[in-house]
């Protein structure tokens, strides 16, 4: 897959739409959120839809711009570069990176697989992170970052295979 981006005012507005869907849905994944950091990110699937409905270049781009914003808007917390380098770039990068992995046609349904994939991954960043940057022992760095990764992954999964059907034939490009 090859990263063809047109900057077109229309190809802007979608992003601008995905980024601002993030953004505000992320503030209702506040609701519940771990004392350190961390919650259901289920506003993640904003990005991914964006990937899967553009192509994952403009995804990538959207995940970045809404990390600066994280950080503007007092949505992430600085707790060191390595906390910014395995909580927040890394993770969005790879959320902006999973429209790579195809989606799985099973029947009339096409499964986000890549979320499921991506998703460990930013737990095992997240982990790192934990391990390094907050020197957490291996178990309770478990008991920590799981059950929040577990449920951001069984909500993005959920909410992309309701939306991206609707969205496919809404957002035409």
Request: glycine share 6%; with cysteine; aromatic share 12%.
């Amino acid at each position: 897959m090859t990263m063809n981006i047109k900057l077109t005012t229309k190809n802007m507005a979608y992003m601008a739409m995905f980024a601002a869907m993030q953004i505000v849905l992320e503030y209702c994944t506040k609701i519940y959120e771990m004392p350190k950091g961390g919650n259901c990110a289920f506003s993640l699937v904003a990005i991914i839809l964006c990937g899967y409905l553009m192509n994952w270049g403009y995804s990538l781009i959207v995940s970045l711009v809404c990390l600066g914003l994280h950080f503007a808007l007092g949505l992430a917390t600085f707790y060191g570069p390595l906390s910014v380098i395995f909580d927040y770039l890394l993770p969005m990068i790879l959320i902006g990176l999973t429209p790579l992995i195809p989606l799985l046609k099973v029947g009339k349904y096409e499964l986000p697989i890549g979320i499921v994939i991506t998703g460990a991954l930013k737990t095992i960043c997240h982990l790192i992170s934990g391990w390094y940057a907050f020197q957490t022992p291996l178990k309770a760095n478990l008991v920590y970052n799981l059950p929040y990764n577990i449920a951001t992954i069984i909500a993005c999964f959920i909410l992309f295979v309701l939306l991206y059907p609707r969205l496919k034939n809404a957002v035409h490009l």
